[in-house]
DNA sequence: ACTTGACGTTGCCATCATGGGAAGGTTTAG
DNA sequence: CTAAACCTTCCCATGATGGCAACGTCAAGT
């Protein structure tokens, strides 16, 4: 299935592994990506090699591991001796970060949902949402605990 | 409980509001909050009422709504002659942003750990989480059809 | 060989909500 | 009168991404 010919330039290369040539170029310049070999007229080339690791990051990404993450997943994965015990800790930490920010828009969702039924929905100004939102003390249903000042789910 | 006497500077309306100073001059900034009264030196003073409207932006902030969608609920707000659907549409839309937020991360997770469960997580380097991840195919589980680029689940 | 269009390069700006800090003015309590 | 605690504006950073402009390069068709 040898279709594209290594080395490919960034074009390919972004088509074959689902990261934009924008988050190439630029995962290169916050080092994620290694030095990588340009042509002489400064054209940046890929080895089949490069592009299994855009693919690897963008499956990280799709994951939602920042950056940070994932050039510690990459280490592992360059590493043959790694203890697969890192790599786990790696993902349960990430779950850990999809359970935080589940929950709190889960928290923020059931608040909205009990503002809503109230509201009749109709032409009469009477609204229980803006109501309640006027309120000195509105604190989002089931919230785990105080958050404070909790990341405002970003990414 | 008038603790404090109004109007208050701007600390004094951010403890009270929960929004930080910071916010507050941005929001007036951004024309969130309408043009504020100074004292001689330059100091911005809020009443009551002002300190109301912060509280007010804060709720809506800590369901998710997103700036734009906080002026739209401010305007109706303000409108005494509002339709309470209206108010509903606006409430029920970001609803359905929470929703599809949670769903993009729960897909996440499930296929997260899935990965993980797979993983023995010992001093071995055999791990199907690096393996899956530098698969040509992965693909996040259940994620509801195609997602096109998927907003990154950002603010 | 020359033009043209597709593709590459760099660099800057925008998003979105938020925080940090510097440099400087004001107010208030001791 | 001084020092602390406040306030002001302005600039920079975050994280991941997109957009555009100005400009260089390469391959294909005439």
Redesign the interface.
């Known amino acids: 299935m040898a279709i594209f010919s290594f080395p490919v330039n960034i074009g390919a290369a972004a088509s074959q592994s689902g990261v934009s040539a924008k988050m190439i170029r630029h995962y290169e310049q916050i080092g994620l990506m290694p030095a990588l070999k340009r042509t002489d007229a400064g054209y940046r080339t890929y080895a089949e090699a490069d592009v299994?690791m855009l693919?690897?990051i963008r499956?990280?990404?799709?994951?939602?591991f920042p950056v940070k993450q994932i050039a510690a997943?990459l280490g592992?994965?360059r590493?043959?001796?790694?203890?697969?015990?890192k790599?786990?800790?790696l993902?349960?930490e990430?779950?850990a970060e999809?359970?935080a920010?589940?929950d709190e828009?889960?928290a923020?969702?059931r608040?909205?949902?009990e503002?809503?039924a109230h509201?009749?929905?109709?032409?009469?100004?009477?609204?229980p949402?803006?109501d309640?939102?006027?309120?000195?003390d509105?604190a989002?249903v089931g919230s785990p605990a105080r958050r404070k000042r909790a990341s405002?789910?970003?990414?």
Chains 1, 2 share one sequence.
Request: with cysteine.
């Open positions: 299994h693919r690897f499956h990280a990404r799709d994951l939602g997943l592992l994965w590493d043959r001796r790694r203890p697969s015990a790599v786990k800790a993902a349960l990430q779950l999809l359970n920010k589940i828009l889960q923020m969702k608040t909205l949902e503002l809503a509201c009749q929905g109709n032409d009469r100004p009477q609204c949402i803006l309640e939102l006027a309120r000195p509105l989002v405002r789910f970003g990414a």
